[in-house]
């Protein structure tokens, strides 16, 4: 039989690939930004193999913020958390990877950081659950959702990393 050139193969697995990936949407609150924590955040993501595809820096207003949360308008904390997420700049970013809108939460870890387990981001670094630094969206249809609030679809990049044929195999 004719041999199958190595480059079909690896096309036929970045295609493979290419299905099983999805997005979401991750921010870092204010007080993520404010405490200088960006760097050691995108490095969480960025060394596990996720692929950054969009990113930037934003003060949402109060109105956005409400409309980010909207599904927790009810709760008490509410009217707090949108003065809060509008108090100064966010940075908005949308990560790429197999399975990355859920292992994205376990990097996170719990919404309270006092239930986090250490290792995880808000377990790491922050304290209180009205400060715990970093957004992610919690299912598929959020991520959706989000990422379409936050990014016009020109802002997300796609482009293959050099890397992934040794994150993927
Ligand atoms: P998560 O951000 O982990 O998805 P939720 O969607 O339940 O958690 O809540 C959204 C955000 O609202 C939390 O990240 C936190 O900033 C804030 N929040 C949640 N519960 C409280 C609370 N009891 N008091 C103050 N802020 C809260």
Not at 26 to 44: C, F, M, Y
Not at 147 to 161: D, G, N, Q, R
Request: glycine share 8%; net charge negative; proline share 5%.
């Amino acid at each position: 039989a004719a041999a199958v050139p190595a480059a079909v193969y690896m096309l036929q697995d970045q295609e493979a690939h290419a299905a099983e990936m999805e997005r979401t949407f991750i921010a870092i609150k204010p007080d993520g930004v404010q405490r200088g924590l960006i760097s050691e955040i995108v490095n969480r993501f960025e060394r596990k193999g996720y692929k950054l595809v969009a990113i930037k820096l934003i003060v949402p207003s109060k109105e956005f913020a409400q409309k980010h949360y909207h599904d927790l308008k009810e709760r008490p904390f509410f009217n707090g958390l949108c003065d809060f997420l509008s108090s100064g700049p966010v940075l908005a970013m949308v990560w790429e990877g197999e399975g990355v809108i859920k292992y994205g939460r376990k990097l996170i870890g719990a919404t309270d950081p006092q239930k986090s387990e250490p290792g995880t981001i808000r377990g790491d670094l922050a304290v209180v659950v009205g400060r715990n630094i970093i957004h992610g969206s919690d299912g598929p249809e959020t991520a959706k959702d989000e990422i379409a609030l936050w990014f016009e679809p020109k802002e997300l990049v796609s482009y293959t990393s050099n890397e992934e044929k040794w994150i993927y195999g």
